[in-house]
């Protein structure tokens, strides 16, 4: 018996909108977001591999993301909880092991000493810009196909979509 052969990216894509589209989906609108979903999966996917390289775990990653969208802003335990979607005792779990590879510093707030503060330490800061830079090669790899103007259109109309977001009740 011969082996099946594997679906190419874009025939999965094919059969995924005329599947949607036959259960009732409007085909432009199963087109994007079937075609936004498959490279979200994608990089998904990239991206684990990447932590596993960079010993980190996702969880991880989402601390050292949010202390570095944070700038030089501190963010407490309970702000870190929030963003990343875990229980405070998770968060106190994942700071401890972070502070202990040198990630993370943890201080003190000095207008409330019941608070604690959480910033990037210079090895965060490393680590955070050197999965960035990897994760840019394979993310350009991901629009090679476009020229620079089709890069740019693109990105302008993601952010129309991004726009109406908050006016969507999911």
Known sequence: ????????????????????VAAGGEESVQRVITAVYAVTKKLDQWYVR????????????????ALARAGDTCLTPSQLADLSNVAPSSMTH???????RGLVQRRPDESNRTR???????????????????????????????????????????EIVIEGLDDVDA
Do not use: C, I
């Open 94 to 100: 994942r700071l401890d092991k972070m502070s202990g």
């Open 50 to 65: 990447q932590f596993a390289d960079l010993d980190l775990t996702q969880g991880e990653w989402a601390v050292l993301a």
């Open 1 to 20: 018996m011969a082996a099946k052969r594997r679906r190419s990216a874009q025939q999965e894509h094919a059969a995924d909108v005329a599947t949607y």
């Open 116 to 158: 604690t503060l959480v910033s990037l330490t210079t090895d965060g800061w490393a680590l955070f810009s050197e999965a960035v830079r990897e994760s840019n090669v394979v993310e350009s790899d991901t629009l090679r196909g476009l020229s620079t103007p089709e890069r740019h259109e693109l990105a302008r109309l993601l």
